[in-house]
């Protein structure tokens, strides 16, 4: 199936209406949110991604992101700001940290995977939850409506009271669905967001671009693993990835392999939401591969779109970069390319 586009009053012009391997190209919406004093990094292991202003994708890198897959106006990569991405994808341990702190406010089945993931259950005896034994270091699967929580919680410093899990860097009370059975969750974070999850376009930069590639000249690889060859399925220690092996692992189980900023586990794992809103229903953007998922999947121009309720994919943090004693104000060009500026 391929995407069928249609005229949308929003930002976007034009957005996809129904779910596809077909990608197409949106434009990051927000800057990059301003920084006050020290931002903790709780223990995540960040990645600054530089070279603001870099080029899209262009029709040899990406070509499911023009015509006849996507309208002739659509461009995708472009990142005109630094920012900050997690090494890996948010483990089980990690979750299993918010799952607790947010439980005497969830109202939800006890061992639902969109709140929980797959490897977390409540356990009578302690009056908590826990993680099944041996998944501690897995990649953690939930919902997009948990992660936005997630990120929430993240921006006001783990408090543990409601208020801390509702707004931040996204406000809880738009999440619904309409009428009309579109959901209504905010586009994108609010603007001084310290963690969010990362845009299209942040995650596309993030996992592809490569300002050394072509002697300098910098481009796309096709794949996450800073190649244009299909990374290898298998274990680690024979394989790159365990994309659609069945088999999940520690996350980083693959250190040899990554993207061109050094981040782990683009291919495998499990795919992963981004904020970027796919559809005119409020479904969102879904990048990369698991271990259930085709490696398909895994090139540039190659995608799913969930709506935020599903608990398949997981999450990559996306945040500020700290300053600490200062304020970052940066501004981004929506509809200009600028020329490419090196790290």
Not at 50 to 63: L, Q, S, Y
Not at 140 to 166: D, I, S, T
Not at 247 to 265: A, R
């Amino acid at each position: 199936m391929r995407f069928r586009f249609e005229r949308n009053s929003g930002f976007f012009g034009r957005v996809a209406v129904a779910a596809s391997v077909a990608a197409i190209g949106v434009l990051a919406l927000s800057a990059s949110p301003a920084a006050a004093g020290p931002t903790p990094d709780y223990g995540i292991d960040f990645v600054v991604i530089g070279d603001p202003g870099n080029r899209h994708v262009n029709f040899d890198e990406g070509r499911r992101f023009y015509p006849p897959f996507a309208p002739e106006d659509f461009r995708v990569g472009t990142v005109n700001y630094k920012y900050r991405m997690s090494r890996t994808e948010v483990t089980v341990g990690q979750w299993l940290e918010f799952v607790n702190a947010y439980r005497p406010y969830y109202d939800g089945p006890t061992n639902w995977s969109e709140f929980t993931s797959n490897w977390i259950v409540y356990d009578a005896g302690l009056g908590r939850y826990r993680a099944i034994a041996g998944a501690e270091n897995f990649a953690a699967n939930m919902g997009w409506r948990y992660a936005a929580r997630f990120c929430n919680w993240l921006h006001n410093g783990k408090v543990g009271e409601q208020w801390a899990f509702e707004n931040g860097a996204y406000d809880a009370s738009t999440f619904g669905r309409d009428d009309n059975g579109n959901y209504t969750e905010q586009r994108e974070r609010n603007a001084g967001a310290k963690f969010w999850i990362p845009s299209f376009d942040e995650w596309i930069k993030a996992m592809h671009w490569d300002p050394n590639k072509d002697d300098g000249e910098g481009g796309y690889w096709r794949y996450p693993t800073s190649s244009d060859d299909m990374p290898i399925a298998g274990p680690p220690g024979s394989g790159d990835t365990n994309t659609q092996t069945g088999m999940m692992y520690d996350v980083g189980s693959y250190p040899h392999v990554t993207s061109p900023w050094g981040l782990l586990d683009g291919s495998g794992g499990v795919s992963e939401w981004n904020e970027t809103v796919a559809t005119e229903s409020g479904w969102r953007f879904v990048k990369g591969t698991g271990a259930n998922l085709g490696q398909p999947f895994d090139l540039i121009d190659r995608f799913n779109g969930l709506g935020p309720t599903s608990s398949f994919p997981g999450l990559r943090l996306a945040g500020i970069i700290p300053s600490p004693g200062s304020t970052i104000g940066v501004v981004v060009g929506m509809l200009t390319i600028h020329r490419r500026r090196r790290r």
